[in-house]
């Protein structure tokens, strides 16, 4: 396949430019150099897919096929991103500026496996039989089927392109759901290939259909066509609101995954040695461009020098650079209007009397690179505590008593995940249930398994990517009663 194919829509089986011919530019985040002229969709685009998808769905070859070949078909998919892996590596890398070693360890992995695990779903989608008291003295067969929800509008954000367009296709697909695949304008060169494996797969022309371009134009355009039923949505909060105040007038069904300030919480007990790697990592996998980060890390009094020191060590010690080297451990942000919102939060955090303790070291010429940076002496009110940077930067805050930690852990708008270091397991569990979010890792940071739901309270979203609860998401329920 033509590299240049998967910068075009892929709508009923076919590559197409926009309706227009209108393109936009990506550039490479770890150089800045021109990386692809994409399709920049319109609304007749939106229209011509959401077209293919609805004809496949009311009548077409898949609205028939039995959920056993609907699960052949993602494992077939998961064959050949397995044996495509290294081209997703460097199509990633090239695209977003990370680490070749995170891709291979986390966004490749996931995505097959997050493949597998809802291929064996497709089979499985089995309703309930309900004893009731009958009706008017006659007894009754009640019994619920499961039924695909319809066309799905897939939403996807810049920064696990792959991974998300997986968490979110695999349970729609197995559902028998089909498609319209909205990739990031600022990522969007994996999920185009990932759509056209599906034509290799064999999923019939029109189940997953795609279409590039801006959010405004493209996404709006998606979420209010009346042939999408359900729109599934990862990205920012401001935007999600946005998403729920379109479709709620037309009852769409969502599921909205959003932004995040998630503390990591480390106890009186905690074993500093056994912390600090896992704390790092919550901080700055990804560049700290996760809806994850580990951003407010909230620390017993006991050990806020020592953490905030070694916290500050290993900032500088991070080797920022080049993504295809297999030493850099941190690569670039993925835009230059992306960085330069980060470094104002940095900017911001300084104005308001934090102390940079690790940051200012020199950046690699070229590129959307930001320093690994740590805050100590931040107080809960200053907008770094407050807001999400989705960059490589952490606030440090002291606490006295574990009340005063579960206080601040939930001093915030989001509800997305946390975590916590402790060595008293009963202590671990009830902490864990007072926190008002939808991930609570103990001793580790939030692992991501296709099995295990992710989601969040509060302004961190509605509803489930991943595990059974995601498949719920693109089905509806329907009950049959036969009176006898
Ligand atoms: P974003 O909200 O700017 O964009 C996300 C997607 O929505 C893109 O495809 C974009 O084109 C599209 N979009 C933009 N405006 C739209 C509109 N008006 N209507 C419909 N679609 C529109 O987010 P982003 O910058 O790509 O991603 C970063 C955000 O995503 C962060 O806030 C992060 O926390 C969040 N995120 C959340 C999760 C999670 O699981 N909760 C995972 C990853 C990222």
């Not at 460097?90 to 995505?111: F, K, T, W």
């Not at 990205?235 to 009852?251: D, E, K, L, Y």
């Not at 969502?254 to 300030?261: A, D, I, R, S, V």
């Not at 295990?452 to 595990?467: E, N, Q, Y």
């Amino acid at each position: 396949m033509p590299a240049s194919q998967t910068h075009q829509h892929l709508i009923a089986g076919t590559s197409r430019d926009a309706s227009d011919g209108a393109l936009f530019d990506k550039f490479e985040p770890s150089s800045g150099a021109l990386l692809a002229k994409v399709a920049a969709g319109t609304a007749r685009d939106v229209d011509a897919a959401v077209s293919a998808a609805r004809a496949q769905f009311d009548g077409g070859e898949w609205s028939r096929m039995p959920g056993a070949a609907r699960g052949r078909l993602l494992h077939r998919l998961a064959d050949l991103l397995e044996r495509d892996a290294e081209r997703f590596v460097e199509l990633l890398a090239r695209e977003q500026g990370r680490p070749v070693m995170e891709m291979r360890m986390l966004d490749l992995p996931m995505s097959i496996d997050t493949l597998r695990y809802f291929a064996g779903w497709a089979d499985k989608l089995e309703g309930r039989q309900i004893p009731t008291g009958g009706f008017m003295g006659r007894p009754t067969l009640n019994y619920t089927v499961r039924s695909p929800l319809g066309v799905a509008a897939l939403i996807i954000p810049w920064n696990a392109p792959l991974m998300i367009a997986c968490w979110k296709l695999a349970p729609a697909l197995a559902a028998g759901c089909t498609v319209v695949l909205k990739p990031s304008e600022d990522a969007p060169l994996a999920v185009g290939a990932l759509a056209r494996l599906t034509l290799e797969a064999g999923f019939p022309p029109g189940v997953v259909n795609l279409v590039h371009g801006m959010g405004p134009a493209v996404g709006a355009a998606l979420v209010d066509h009346p042939g999408v039923d359900k729109v599934s949505f990862t990205g920012s909060t401001s935007v999600g609101r946005q998403i729920a105040q379109a479709a709620g007038p037309q009852f769409k069904r969502l599921t909205l995954e959003l932004g995040g300030k998630a503390p990591q919480i480390l106890l009186e007990d905690a074993v500093l040695e056994q912390a600090i790697g896992g704390l790092v990592m919550g901080l700055f996998v990804d560049q700290g461009q996760t809806c994850a980060a580990g951003s407010r890390i909230l620390v017993h009094r006991r050990h806020y020098e020592d953490v905030v020191g070694a916290l500050a060590d290993a900032a500088r010690s991070l080797k920022v650079g080049d993504p295809f080297d297999p030493g850099t451990q941190m690569g670039a942000l993925i835009s230059a209007r992306h960085a330069d919102r980060v470094r104002s939060h940095i900017d911001t955090a300084l104005t308001e009397g934090a102390k940079m303790v690790a940051g200012s070291e020199a950046l690699p010429a070229g590129g959307y690179f930001v320093r690994p940076t740590i805050f100590a002496d931040v107080r809960p009110s200053m907008r770094i505590a407050r807001d999400e940077v989705f960059g490589p930067v952490g606030a440090v805050i002291p606490f006295d008593t574990d009340d005063e930690a579960v206080a601040l852990a939930n001093d915030t708008a989001y509800g997305l995940s946390a975590s916590l270091w402790t060595q008293n397991v009963a202590k671990a569990h009830q902490i864990a249930g007072r926190l008002r979010v939808g991930a609570v890792a103990v001793n580790g940071w939030s692992p991501l398994d296709a099995r295990l739901p992710w989601g969040g309270f509060k302004d961190s979203g509605v509803g489930r990517d991943l595990s059974r609860s995601a498949l719920d998401g693109y089905l509806e329920e329907k009950v049959v009663t036969v009176v006898m």
